[in-house]
């Protein structure tokens, strides 16, 4: 039975009829046409569906959607200022942290959550915050350094 | 990959849950985080009609009971338990364990209820049936297992990281019926075959668990052997309580939990008999892993071979037994 929800995405409110079965990736990508959520694997195991509920980092090809009624959702979309990049998305692309790019909305988002709970992450911090993002082609240097920089970046933009 | 049809219930309490999951019967499924559920769904391993989410339900943070036992409300999600205060005071074991399982945006969905409930897992029932392995194995009915050819029966192992963690602790869980709720201790919720993995009838649902204080000098360690070190199933975790008596030389008890190598996490009884009254020394340790990497006869699973468990777990069980001792002094 179809059932109506509300969600809050990027800030901005709105009613979707949903099947109990679709995900919050599928209303995302089909119903809200935010592609920026990307779908690897379907089943948990890659995060480039990590979308933001409430601050917490979730994999929104795993939730659905129904589950997520009146939550405040941010996706990749709702990262940066139109055209201006937040500061992890410009150390992502200053390090070269990206090639493909299929994995590094999931990237940043966890990136996102793991700075603003920690600001100066040492290594092991960001090895365990970025484990459950897999990236098949860069390998993972350039996007620790990437963290890093970032890091350092938001660091002395507070100072 | 898309999910099979289902129809999606919130009931909005515990004691509804369990209603309605007796109401439903088998029909019916409880879900919280859903992280070990949805993908065996995608896969089409299992097909509720219904399920039973429990995830609009609010979740009571840890608290200290009069008598000094701390109770663990089973919906916490994971990240939350390893990065709680009072855990991490109480029962370092825990967090350590939580922290130790898949990912972080895994350990913000799953919950502790979800790890200690979860599936029996294994290389070739885990993934879909659709062109490869088509054929059913035990565990979807069938009369085979693909893991071991000739095996007449199934070989898929418990995986949870908390369980062995909790048992260890001494930890007992409170089940909510329909009827009456019911406390037990944790090592006696499983029951060791992998097609039911959990001993709870239809309508019951795990709500807590109450971890006793300790009472003497207590040192703790816990290892989960990986290959990769993220991500990841353990090819077997440890987890070991050494108690001590008040002098702080001899050992009162130690309670010794091996996970991900059976059909259940298995207790090291005779190790942890030969720790009992004895000072603790490197040769002891020695012998006691020797022990409990026999006693705990793992299976092969995930493509590791019995016999490089058997002799990894000898190795860790010494070092995870000195990390333990080495708390105290």
Redesign the interface.
């Known amino acids: 039975?179809k059932?109506i929800i509300e969600l809050s995405v990027n800030g901005e409110s709105a009613e979707f009829l949903v099947?109990?079965?679709?995900?919050l990736l599928?209303v995302l990508r089909d119903h809200m046409g935010l592609t920026g959520t990307k779908?690897g694997c379907?089943?948990?195991?890659c995060?480039s569906c990590?979308v933001l509920v409430g601050d917490?980092?979730?994999?929104s090809?795993?939730?659905?959607a129904?589950?997520c009624h009146k939550q405040d959702i941010i996706t990749i979309e709702g990262i940066g200022e139109g055209n201006d990049l937040s500061p992890v998305q410009q150390a992502f692309v200053d390090c070269g942290a990206i090639q493909c790019g299929f994995c590094t909305p999931g990237m940043v988002l966890?990136t996102e959550?793991l700075l603003k709970e920690n600001p100066n992450p040492q290594e092991k911090d960001i090895?365990?915050?970025?484990?459950?993002?897999?990236c098949r082609c860069t390998g993972y240097n350039k996007i620790i350094e990437a963290v890093h920089k970032a890091s350092k970046q938001m660091v002395a933009e507070q100072e | 990959?898309?999910?099979?049809?289902?129809?999606?219930v919130?009931p909005s309490s515990r004691e509804e849950a369990s209603r309605l999951l007796a109401e439903y019967g088998s029909r019916a499924q409880l879900v919280a985080g859903?992280?070990d559920l949805?993908?065996r769904m995608?896969?089409g391993l299992t097909r509720p009609d219904v399920?039973i989410?429990l995830?609009?339900l609010s979740t009571t943070p840890p608290t200290v009971d009069p008598n000094g036992d701390l109770r663990i409300d089973a919906l916490m999600?994971l990240?939350d338990l390893a990065r709680s205060q009072m855990v991490l005071e109480k029962a370092p074991l825990l967090s350590e364990a939580a922290?130790s399982v898949?990912?972080?945006?895994?350990r913000?969905?799953g919950t502790l209820g979800g790890n200690l409930c979860q599936e029996n897992r294994c290389f070739y029932y885990n993934q879909t049936h659709t062109f490869q392995f088509i054929e059913p194995c035990f565990k979807r009915n069938g009369d085979q297992c693909y893991l071991i050819p000739k095996g007449k029966k199934c070989w898929a192992v418990f995986p949870s990281d908390t369980a062995p963690a909790l048992i260890s602790l001494g930890v007992s869980a409170t089940i909510l019926g329909p009827k009456e709720s019911r406390q037990l201790p944790l090592e006696n919720l499983y029951t060791g075959d992998p097609l039911k993995p959990l001993a709870i009838s239809d309508g019951e649902v795990l709500t807590d668990v109450l971890l006793p204080s300790a009472d003497s000098l207590r040192g703790t360690a816990f290892v989960k052997f990986t290959l990769r070190g993220?991500?990841e199933y353990a090819a077997f975790s440890i987890a070991v309580v050494l108690d001590m008596e008040n002098d702080g030389i001899l050992c009162r008890a130690a309670r010794i939990t091996v996970g991900s190598v059976g059909a259940r996490p298995i207790r090291a009884g005779k190790g942890e008999n030969a720790m009992a009254g004895q000072r603790l020394s490197k040769t002891l340790f020695q012998e006691v892993a020797k022990r409990v990497a026999t006693e705990a006869n793992p299976f092969p699973h995930h493509g590791y071979s019995a016999a490089y468990l058997r002799a990894c777990l000898e190795v860790e069980a010494r070092r995870s037994l000195t990390q333990a001792a080495e708390q105290i002094t």
């Open positions: 039975m059932k099947e109990p079965q679709e995900t599928e779908e379907g089943t948990g195991e995060g990590t917490r980092p979730i994999l090809c795993l939730t659905p129904v589950e966890s959550v090895y365990k915050a970025l484990e459950g993002n897999l | 990959m898309r999910l099979p049809k289902f129809e999606h919130q859903g992280t949805y993908p995608k896969y399920l989410s995830k609009g999600p990240a922290l898949a990912s972080n945006q895994i913000h969905m993220g991500m």
